[in-house]
């Protein structure tokens, strides 16, 4: 890992410097973990109590936190952007060698530029558009007439399916399958007809896809993440969903189809949105919430149950029980 000064640091991420400027850093790590050469961060009050026993070279903080702290600073208004840049800084990973490995098959109608790196055991179909500097890692399927934009990378073992359009500096994580067939079916006469998927996913630049994420393909129309849209791990998004831009969703939440979400929303775990919704922009979610109305305010909405001790619980679920007698009751009284 590459070694900075502070002061190198200041300059390049417009951070406010304390302490000795020429004091070189190597490593990244936590409050209690970090040792002379480390730098860390401080971006949540609740681990202020862990400053006392801190041993790191620099730490990233606030100006509120700044008094708690003697050594080498660099201050911001939001540590973990600047935590996020500086990681970013000296936690890149060499550049993958570019070019095509012997055991890949391309198809001869696929472009691939010279630039990009093709790993082994992949299948490219023909139309692909693979871009300058992108990678393609161990074991992908790309079908026919996907494109992918410069930077962007499938880790490995990605499935595109054909008309897939990746934008730049995309990152696909292992197991994801973005176009696949969403769920489209007419009931006849008892018996299932499928309904054909005509439609592809177009994916924005800056977007990151969490591993085994299935993004489906339109029915008609394209599904459509915009730009900067973060999905974590095992999140389904059904056909025709569109993703606003910057809007973040969280690992086992389910996304029923032609719903639309707004930009800047944060969804949060294990939450099921129904379908032909819309959700405005700046929405947050929490956890184990179920959305089956459309959401047209921004704010935070919830309907998950938080957990109770189990003794306590039960008596939750038997009062929940005798609610429509409580208000039976209730109205007849009222009425007299």
Known sequence: MPTYSIAQLARRFDLTLRGDPDYRISGLATLSAAGPDDV???????YAREL??????VLILSEPMLER????????????????????LMSTRPSEPAGVHDSAWI???????????IGPQCSIGPGCSIGPGAVVGPGCVLEENVRMGAGSRLVGRVFLGRDV???ERVIVHPGAVIGADGFGLALDKGRWLKVPQMGSVRIGDDCEIGANTTIDRGAIEDTVLEEDVRLDNQVQIAH????GA?????????IAGSTHIGRHCMIAGACGIGGHL????????TAMSTVLDSIDEPGEYGSGIPARPHSKWKRILVRLGQLDDWARRLRKIENN
């Open 246 to 254: 910057h809007t973040a969703i969280a690992g086992c939440t389910g």
């Open 240 to 243: 025709n969903v569109r993703i």
């Open 52 to 57: 006392g026993n801190c041993r790191a070279g």
């Open 278 to 285: 819309s959700i405005c922009d700046q929405v947050i979610v």
């Open 40 to 46: 860390g961060f401080l971006a949540n009050a609740a």
């Open 107 to 117: 198809d001869p109608g696929a472009d691939i530029h010279t630039d990009a790196t």
């Open 69 to 88: 702290w003697t050594g080498n600073a660099l201050i911001t208004s939001n540590p973990y952007a600047a935590w996020a840049r500086i990681a970013t």
């Open 165 to 167: 359009n990746l934008g």
